[in-house]
Nanobody
Framework: QVQLVESGGGLVQAGESLRLSCVALRGSISSFNALAWYRQAPGKQRELVAATANGGPTTYADSVKGRFTITRNRAEATVFLQMNNLKPEDTAVYYC????????????????WGKGTLVTVSS
């Protein structure tokens, strides 16, 4: 069974940057059609932040467009989330997911999840 592991979270001030990483300890990132970053803030539902699919679109939540970038490094078997100009409202636990992009519906379905990494942005 694939195990995804996130890293790179931490405490930063507003306006600063962080880069999150996700690797597969068992299995391979390359086996996933789609890779995504989700986040869950206290008291809120988990939401899609960014996703990328083989031969498909790269998708961003409106709240992070122009600030966050998802990249898939096949050589390193890693997916990154570069987060710039962080805001206090970006504070959340960030989860890496691996799964499938369903073209007919234009949606992503994640089959595997990491345990998350905490990002805290102070004002």
């Amino acid at each position: 069974q694939v195990q995804l592991v996130e890293s790179g979270g931490g405490l930063v001030q507003a306006g600063e940057s962080l880069r999150l990483s996700c690797v597969a300890l068992r299995g391979s990132i390359s086996s996933f059609n789609a890779l995504a970053w989700y986040r869950q803030a206290p008291g809120k539902q988990r939401e899609l932040v960014a996703a990328t699919a083989n031969g498909g679109p790269t998708t961003y939540a409106d709240s992070v467009k122009g600030r966050f970038t998802i990249t898939r490094n096949r050589a390193e078997a890693t997916v990154f989330l570069q987060m710039n100009n962080l805001k206090p409202e970006d504070t959340a636990v960030y989860y890496c997911g691996g799964g499938t992009y369903y073209r007919d519906r234009g949606t992503y379905g994640m089959d595997y999840w990491g345990k998350g990494t905490l990002v805290t942005v102070s004002s």
